[in-house]
């Protein structure tokens, strides 16, 4: 069965400095779609960054960046130069290409920007 | 950016009483979930639905819950006699394109918080 795993429940960051939220998935599909959702205390769930597993770079999108390691299964997302509106909790979900039409969920890591 | 409206943004209900929760998603989208998130924790696959009927469903969805697409552009989820353990964020999200598509992103609404009393 397919299954995501966030292990870090919270995580503190300083204003402007780097920080990674863990991911990591399983499935024996070859064929699936990684992505990040960022849902702060507003409640409302925004999507940030998708990476496919046939992908052969890492997925970037302004400050957001995938970190996809195959091999070890892992899609964890980099934050650069964090901001205060970057607390919020953040998901990791995976879909598969056949056989589901469903997106599964990871159980979030609440991240805190420090100022 | 089109968006996925939900309402209501509240609803409080007795235990046992029927709820419906309405969702219109976006216009051109195929595939149609219900999504729900106890206490901001994780977010639980309720239900998928694509071509006028159920695709898929969770050991959740069960003959308490129902969905429907009665005019095309309304996506509803009923729950017929809630219980306590009902109260959750009810999101509803939709999608674009063929699931063998892996890159169509999910589009949420900004859910619905039922309350069961």
Not at chain 2, 33 to 43: H, N
Not at chain 2, 48 to 54: D, K
Request: aromatic letters at 14%; glycine letters at 6%; a negative charge.
């Amino acid at each position: 069965a397919q299954k995501i795993t966030q292990t870090q429940p919270g995580m503190f960051v300083q204003e402007k400095e780097a920080v990674t939220l863990d991911c990591t998935y399983d499935t024996s599909d070859p064929s699936y779609g990684l992505f990040w959702y960022k849902q702060p205390s507003s409640g409302e769930m925004i999507f940030l960054i998708y990476q496919g597993s046939y992908d052969q770079q890492n997925a970037t999108e302004g400050r957001y960046s995938l970190n996809f390691q195959k091999a070890r299964k892992s899609a964890n997302l980099v934050i650069s130069a964090s901001q205060l509106g970057d607390s919020a909790m953040y998901f990791c979900a995976m879909r598969l290409t056949s056989g589901t039409y469903k997106y599964i969920f990871g159980t979030g890591t609440r991240l805190k920007v420090l100022a | 950016e089109p968006e996925v409206t939900q309402t209501p943004s509240h609803q409080v209900t007795q235990m046992g009483q029927e709820v419906i929760l309405r969702c219109v998603p976006i216009s051109n989208h195929l595939y149609f979930y219900w999504y729900r998130q106890i206490l901001g924790q994780k977010v639980e696959f309720l239900v998928s639905f694509y071509n006028n009927e159920i695709s898929e469903k969770s050991e959740i969805f069960d003959d308490q819950f129902s969905v429907e697409r009665p005019d095309g552009s309304n996506f509803t989820l009923k729950i017929r006699s809630t219980k306590l353990e009902d109260s959750a964020m009810y999101f509803c999200a939709s999608s674009l394109g063929h699931p063998e598509w892996g890159s169509e992103k999910l589009f949420f609404g900004s859910g619905t918080q039922l309350s069961v009393l």
